[in-house]
T-cell receptor, first 111, second 118 residues
Framework: AQSVTQPDIHITVSEGASLELRCNYS??????LFWYVQSPGQGLQLLLK??????LVQGIKGFEAEFKRSQSSFNLRKPSVHWSDAAEYFC?????????FGAGTTVTVRA | GAVVSQHPSWVICKSGTSVKIECRSL??????MFWYRQFPKQSLMLMAT?????????EQGVEKDKFLINHASLTLSTLTVTSAHPEDSSFYIC??????????????FGPGTRLTVL
């Protein structure tokens, strides 16, 4: 069965600084990988996804992620965060059309 | 495209009553719908997978008689929490996967339903 680990429970970053959220997965084959963002009391919004091809994936809101098979990682990055990026971020791996989510990383943005 | 709605967005009910939550795919046909539960400050846990016209498949530890799922059409799935108790209070999120093409390989999520049982 697949699994996802997000090592960082909480990250605080200054507005304008760069952000990187870590995600490691466990799955025997090439996975489908996703990053979602969730604001308090809201549903999930898809930031980006990786199915195949170019390992550097561009998403919405200026986010990108890089798939590294050798490290079983799919880390999310943003060069310059905005106060509106404060939210909960979930990495997910898809297999057999089911998604397994990481525990999530809470991002706090300070002025 | 790929819009999923849920109704209601929040509900408060008395202990012992049943609550029905609807999940609709608005602009595509969903071969499969998924129901998740999310406790505060926690991740999403898959409760069950439902395919149109067949019985839902429940994840281990989820009571099928407690959480009734019906997927009567390609655009509608319902989750009924029967005889709700305070411990059933949670955020319930549905998602849908399409029949083919762009909507087949990923799930599209609804906005969630906040259930509070008094």
């Amino acid at each position: 069965a697949q699994s996802v680990t997000q090592p960082d429970i909480h990250i605080t970053v200054s507005e304008g600084a760069s952000l990187e959220l870590r995600c490691n997965y466990s799955y025997g084959a090439t996975p489908y990988l996703f990053w979602y963002v969730q604001s308090p009391g809201q549903g999930l919004q898809l930031l980006l996804k990786y199915f195949s091809g170019d390992t550097l994936v561009q998403g919405i809101k200026g986010f990108e992620a890089e798939f590294k098979r050798s490290q079983s990682s799919f880390n999310l990055r943003k060069p310059s965060v905005h106060w509106s990026d404060a939210a909960e971020y979930f990495c997910a791996v898809g297999a057999d059309y089911k998604l397994s989510f990481g525990a999530g990383t809470t991002v706090t943005v300070r002025a | 495209g790929a819009v999923v709605s849920q109704h209601p967005s929040w509900v408060i009910c008395k202990s012992g009553t049943s609550v029905k939550i609807e999940c609709r795919s608005l602009d595509f046909q969903a071969t499969t719908m998924f129901w998740y539960r999310q406790f505060p400050k926690q991740s999403l846990m898959l409760m069950a997978t439902s395919n149109e016209g067949s019985k839902a498949t429940y994840e281990q530890g989820v009571e099928k008689d407690k959480f009734l799922i019906n997927h009567a059409s390609l655009t509608l799935s319902t989750l009924t929490v029967t005889s709700a108790h305070p411990e059933d209070s949670s955020f319930y999120i549905c998602s849908a996967r399409g029949l083919a093409g762009w909507s087949y390989n990923e799930q599209f999520f609804g906005p969630g339903t906040r259930l509070t049982v008094l």
